[in-house]
């Protein structure tokens, strides 16, 4: 029962943005903060960001100042704006409730951000 779905991924140039988004069920999103996870080719899978209900955010040291996460509580959606890409931001970005749910169905396939040099 697939519960977060993610779409936006990319092959981008060093410097340039993707716009990253995960369709949540409702019964998730109403009650969670909801983050973004990544996981890069041998690494183990690592926090990004995150947004409570109310909109705070938070970012992880190797992403702040460039990306930002948001949330439409209409659309049941979260975003996350990858600006300045580097070629170490690539991997299979995921999104979950913070903090991440093992539940099935809430990681979902992810979004292969590749940042090319």
């Known amino acids: 029962q697939v519960q977060l779905v993610e779409s936006g991924g990319g092959l981008v140039q060093a410097g340039g943005s993707l716009r990253l988004s995960c369709a949540a069920s409702?019964?998730?999103?109403?009650?969670?903060?909801m983050g973004w996870y990544r996981q890069a080719p041998g690494k183990q899978r690592e926090f990004v960001a995150l947004v409570t209900r109310g909109g705070t955010t938070n970012y992880s040291n190797a992403v702040k100042g460039r990306f930002t996460i948001s949330r439409d509580n209409a659309e049941n959606t979260v975003h996350l704006q990858l600006n300045d890409l580097k070629p170490e931001d690539t991997a299979v970005y995921y999104c979950?409730?913070?903090?991440?749910?093992?539940?099935?169905?809430?990681w979902g396939q992810g979004t292969q951000v590749t940042v090319s040099s």
């Open positions: 409702r019964s998730i999103f109403s009650v969670n903060a």
């Open positions: 979950n409730t913070a903090p991440p749910s093992k539940t099935q169905g809430y």
